[in-house]
């Protein structure tokens, strides 16, 4: 749901922005105002996970994704479109939090970062998903704005068939187990150690783990300070500002003008409306199969070598796609790559694709899971979460007009620079918490600040 719903309106850009006679930046603000939601849904998620339960949470989200999927479909103008886009961006925020501070909780420190890295899996799955049936209601349509069924335009059957994985995901919420540290937190610990019996199997000792967990929560009780996100450096602890700069860089790199912008981008540079469907999903498709090579490294190799080389290649592929943008002719949305500069720019937007889907993409999520204290994890992953569904407006709000007024190649050398400054940040700021119990990073966090 969280790659679906936010890809969905995708193959719905071109054909809402000519049935409602939207300028760009109006187009800009529909497509992003969802972001805001995001923004909303993660920092209220994270405090809500606390007082509710994670499994709770995630239900809530579940109604959000449901009632907005069908307000979306039967959107009268743009900005009644925009509200029930927000509605299901709250929804998106909510499930961004909820699912790394789950997973990372119930997971065994062997295999926490391949079980994290399968929520980012998740979200590429959604997106091609999102992306896939985009092009398949486009097409069934002869064009995304022309009528398919009901009287009903392709873009409206676009956003209702959400509702198909909404349903799934609220179902299924219902019938997971809350997470142990949730439990234990709450004082019912007899229920925390059946959950740490079923997961951890016959070779670990489930008494011993919630003894672990229970010192790790009276450690953080034993100062109040401690249990909060407050700090010294501007106000925060040093490492809930790493989780933030984390998820801004994340977004700063312009990922997701790829799957927001991409249909609409690929027929700005010569590809009529069907083949810039099809580059679209190659691009989903690409992004999907990179990430199992994230899942099958990052409890071997570590998260810190991955984004190095992720935040390298990155800068590579964008600042090459930016030269080609240099040679493209005509101005706004008339543009056009003529000679090898087409293939070049596709080639370079799939590398960036497959350097970001095999580390920042599913260890941002991660790390953002497993590097905070557990008395706070929750409340900061939502405080993270929410500056990156932020930084995800502003990329998304700008990159309209910047590529109307200066075409595509000074908004992906913006992006280039931002890659090259996540290496920097990565080097000297990052820790590296492969195979790590989290009430060990806790005590590590609570030392550092």
Sequence with gaps: MFGFDSSVINGAVNAIEGQFE????????VVAVALLGCALGAWAGGRLADRWGRTHVMVLGAILF??????????FTAWDLAVWRFMAGVGIGIASVIAPA??????PAAMRGRLGSLQQLAITVGIFAALLSDQILAESADGAANVLWLGWEAWRWMFLVAVVPAAVYGILALRIPESPRYLAAQGRDDEARAVLASVLGPDEDADDRLAQIRRSIAADEE???????????LGL?????VGILLSVFQQFVGIN??????TTLWQAVGFDESQAFLVSTITAVTNVAVTFIAIALIDKVGRRPLLLIGSAGMTLSLGLMAIAFTQATGSGDEI????????????????????????WGPLVWVLLGEMFPNRIRAAALGVAAAMQWIANFVITMTFPP????????????????????????????????KGMELEDMGEESRSAA
């Design 66 to 75: 449901f009632v907005s999927s069908i307000l979306s479909a039967i959107a």
């Design 257 to 262: 003008v790829i799957f927001y912008y991409s």
């Design 102 to 107: 789950y997973i990372a909780e119930i997971a």
């Design 237 to 241: 602890k040093p490492i809930v500002w």
């Design 22 to 29: 939207l300028d760009p930046s109006v187009t800009g603000f």
């Design 336 to 359: 056009t790559l003529g000679g090898p500069w087409g293939v070049i720019a596709l080639v370079c937007a799939n590398a960036f694709v497959v350097f970001f889907g095999a580390s």
């Design 402 to 433: 910047l590529l109307s007024a200066f075409g595509a190649a000074v908004p992906y050398l913006l992006y280039a620079i931002f890659a090259a400054l996540s290496f920097f940040f990565v080097l000297t700021k990052v820790r590296e918490t």
């Design 223 to 233: 100062n109040a300070e401690k249990g909060t996100l407050r700090g010294s450096a």
